[in-house]
T-cell receptor, first 114, second 115 residues
Framework: EAGVAQSPRYKIIEKRQSVAFWCNPISGHATLYWYQQILGQGPKLLIQFQNNGVVDDSQLPKDRFSAERLKGVDSTLKIQPAKLEDSAVYLC????????????FGPGTRLLVL | AQTVTQSQPEMSVQEAETVTLSCTYDTSENNYYLFWYKQPPSRQMILVIRQEAYKQQNATENRFSVNFQKAAKSFSLKISDSQLGDTAMYFCAFMKRNQGGKLIFGQGTELSVKP
């Protein structure tokens, strides 16, 4: 079974530029999460989708971050415009319906904002 | 709000020895899960072990076991017979049961296993 796929693996941008990350969850996983992991800290949930609907986006900085999950499968996370403090690893995770206690993580996208 | 605290930023252990990583948490909930995740330098977060709060028996997974003290809100991870491949960041995490699956992570403990 293929795992959670993320791309790109690394991205370097200048501040005020835009960037987008892509996540493809495990087939059949209805719930998808985006986490932000700043260096030296544990991951923090940004947004959670159930199919193509948003369940929790309380910690998403909505003035610059947006996310979508069209058709309830792949998801994209966008930052526009990026700030220096957005430098982090962005992790995507997914779970089966009713199985939220077992989250499968992707390899992450490492973003450096200069 | 729930919080998770890992007070040991770094630890080291000799190969084949035993090491214990500490975690405390704060919650008013009674129904929840606790987890230990491993994150090697490759960055892929891997679930090590899971404990359900309503279960009194401590979870075990091969060389990994936990000491769950619900009243003290403590959840430590013991790694027996440490191997070089255990070198990684270890995160303790909390999740309310039946609340959608939001994980709240601690700051992490960097474990180095030395040959």
């Amino acid at each position: 079974e293929a795992g959670v796929a993320q791309s790109p693996r690394y991205k370097i941008i200048e501040k005020r530029q835009s960037v987008a990350f892509w996540c493809n969850p495990i087939s059949g996983h209805a719930t998808l999460y985006w986490y932000q992991q700043i260096l030296g800290q544990g991951p923090k949930l940004l947004i959670q989708f159930q199919n193509n609907g948003v369940v929790d986006d309380s910690q998403l900085p909505k003035d610059r971050f947006s996310a979508e999950r069209l058709k309830g499968v792949d998801s994209t996370l966008k930052i526009q415009p990026a700030k220096l403090e957005d430098s982090a690893v962005y992790l995507c995770a997914s779970t089966i319906p009713g199985g939220q206690e077992t989250q499968y993580f992707g390899p992450g996208t490492r973003l450096l904002v200069l | 709000a729930q919080t998770v605290t890992q007070s040991q930023p770094e630890m080291s252990v000799q190969e084949a020895e035993t090491v214990t990583l500490s975690c405390t948490y704060d919650t008013s909930e009674n129904n929840y899960y606790l987890f230990w995740y491993k994150q090697p330098p490759s960055r892929q977060m891997i679930l090590v072990i899971r404990q359900e709060a309503y279960k009194q028996q401590n979870a075990t997974e091969n060389r990994f076991s936990v000491n769950f003290q619900k009243a003290a809100k403590s959840f430590s991870l013991k790694i027996s017979d440490s191997q070089l491949g255990d070198t990684a960041m270890y995160f303790c995490a909390f999740m309310k049961r039946n609340q959608g699956g939001k994980l709240i992570f601690g700051q992490g403990t960097e474990l180095s296993v030395k040959p």
